[in-house]
């Protein structure tokens, strides 16, 4: 309990953090990079886009589903799709600012709605949810195993759960992150997937599907400076990109190898 307590006090300052997202400089520029660099590389070579539609593909028929959007802020990429085509919908988010927000996005939908709590807050008496999605969500717990227990509880029997997340499993990544990590304005819950991390969620959940994104791929953040052409660039790292996202599904070095990972789980029987 006195875990779970302490988490709930962290996702106070979590709350105010990105209602007001005030950070300091080195946090801000770490989120220039991600949200610039990477995201340009990741645009370039269709890591991203790619990643949204096997989502969709995930999805499957919503028209009898009932969906948990966990942490979605103000709406991520798919919250309005989720909304409009689920049987219910529910978008959650610590986050009062971004929730009122979402909720005049999907007013004109009777069977949806959003609401600012916490996922592990006792408040939080919803249940029996078909499909959960979280989006750069899971991450945020630093005690995996109260999590774990808290999406079984609020599953269906058949219940499945589609996340996305950073990995802190390749050297490069983990040495970067532990430099930066004392200077984080976001670093009491900001806890990405160690090795241990993945095998808790292999351990608790079927996994049905994994992919792996920025494994060999990241590194064309240094081909980008080669004095060769942007055709030749790209080339590259479409090879290397569809190099993890193939291989990652099996291979556990190949995916430990990548930045990001993306599943889709099922609760087990």
């Known amino acids: 309990m006195k875990s779970k307590d302490a988490i709930l006090e962290t996702n106070v300052k979590q709350k105010e953090f990105y209602n007001t997202k005030n950070k300091n400089f080195v946090t801000w520029v770490w989120s220039r990079f991600r949200n610039g660099v990477l995201n340009r590389i990741k645009k370039s070579i269709g890591v991203q886009d790619q990643s949204y539609v096997l989502h969709k593909q995930w ?9 948990l959007d966990l942490g979605c802020f103000s709406g991520n990429y798919w919250s309005i799709y989720l909304a409009e085509n689920s049987k219910e919908y529910l978008g959650i988010d610590l986050s009062d600012i971004a929730i009122k927000k979402l909720n005049e996005r999907i007013q004109h939908l009777p069977h949806a709605r959003a609401e600012a709590i916490d996922f592990l807050s006792d408040d939080f008496t919803f249940d029996n949810f078909d499909l959960i999605y979280a989006y750069g ?19 269906a029997s058949e ?24 200077f984080q304005s976001d670093a ?33 953040a240094m ?14 790292g479409q090879k290397w990109h569809n190099y993890d996202w193939s291989n990652s599904k099996t291979s556990d070095s190949v995916l430990f190898d990548c930045m990001h990972l993306t599943m889709l789980m099922k609760k087990k029987k």
């Open 59 to 67: 999805f499957g028929d919503l028209s009898s589903k009932k969906v």
């Open 159 to 182: 219940g499945e759960i589609i996340s996305y997340d950073p990995l802190e499993t390749s050297f490069p990544v983990k040495l970067v992150r532990t430099l930066y990590r004392p």
């Open 223 to 236: 081909i980008n400076v080669l004095p060769i052409s942007e055709k030749k660039k790209k080339e590259i």
């Open 188 to 220: 009491a819950w900001e806890w990405p997937f160690t090795k241990k991390t993945f095998y808790q969620f292999q351990n608790s959940f079927d996994i049905i599907e994994r992919r792996g994104i920025l494994g060999k791929s990241k590194w064309i």
């Open 137 to 155: 969500v899971l991450h945020h717990f630093k005690d995996i195993n109260i999590l774990i227990d808290r999406l079984n509880e609020k599953l």
